[in-house]
């Protein structure tokens, strides 16, 4: 299986801090990457797709990069809605598998 | 608008079967894929399979011998069976639409129904 390790694992922040999350998969996975945001009892959100791809409906204060191993999202300037916990996926091989988590609380 | 919604019993005990069933609005069953995934505090995150083609279907190979998963496309449904559970298998399950152009992706999710497995 592909092994996907997110950092941090956890980070705090205030409205309007630009916050970055990295991603490394434990082999090539090309751009077949997404993320995703889970807060507590409420449906999960596709955020990203292909690496850098913004899902419809999705501020554009979120942006996303990467390729091979290496891949980062970041959020240009923190809104009340995203103090929640974002995963990575990839999709390049099955299991399809997700990294541990990133959550990001208020500070 | 689509929308998901997991339902199945809260508690089941070791050794028995879990069964969930995912409604879908909106959209047809049989005009997509879906997908299972579930939170355990331990695993976190774990891709269980999806079904495809009316039928088809590919599961995480470390649940395969204990899974199913079906369509119900008369109810509009897809459903999940897992059987003999243990208390590892206690998690929130999610279902999930399967978006596929260039890639895949789950850009439709359920909130996600809480199994806990106990005696």
């Known amino acids: 299986d592909i092994q996907m390790t997110q950092s941090p694992s956890s980070l705090s922040g205030v409205v309007g801090d630009r916050v970055t999350i990295t991603c490394r998969a434990s082999e090539n996975i090309v751009t077949y990457l997404n993320w995703y945001r889970l807060k507590p009892g409420k449906a999960p959100e596709l955020l990203i797709y292909e690496a850098s791809r913004l899902q419809s409906g999705v501020p554009s204060t979120f942006s996303a990069s990467g390729s091979g191993t290496d891949f980062t999202l970041t959020i240009t300037s923190l809104q009340p809605d995203d103090f929640a916990t974002y995963y990575c996926q990839q999709s390049s091989s099955i299991p399809y598998t997700f990294g541990q988590g990133t959550r990001l609380d208020l500070k | 608008q689509v929308q998901l919604q997991e339902s199945g019993p809260g508690l089941v005990k070791p050794s028995e079967t879990l069964s969930l069933t995912c409604t879908v609005s909106?959209?047809?069953?049989?005009?997509?894929?879906w997908s299972w995934i579930r939170q355990s505090p331990g695993r976190g995150l774990e891709w269980i399979g999806y079904?495809?083609?009316?039928?088809?279907?590919t599961s995480n190979p470390s649940l395969e011998s204990r899974i199913t998963i079906s369509e119900d496309s008369s109810r509009n449904q897809i459903s999940l069976k897992l059987t003999s559970v243990t208390a590892a298998d206690t998690a929130v399950y999610y279902c999930?639409?399967?978006?596929?152009?260039?890639?895949?992706?789950?850009?439709?999710w359920g909130p996600g129904t809480l199994v806990t497995v106990s005696s």
């Open positions: 079904i495809f083609y009316s039928g088809s279907t």
């Open positions: 909106g959209v047809s069953v049989d005009s997509h894929f």
């Open positions: 999930a639409r399967v978006s596929l152009s260039s890639a895949s992706y789950l850009d439709k």
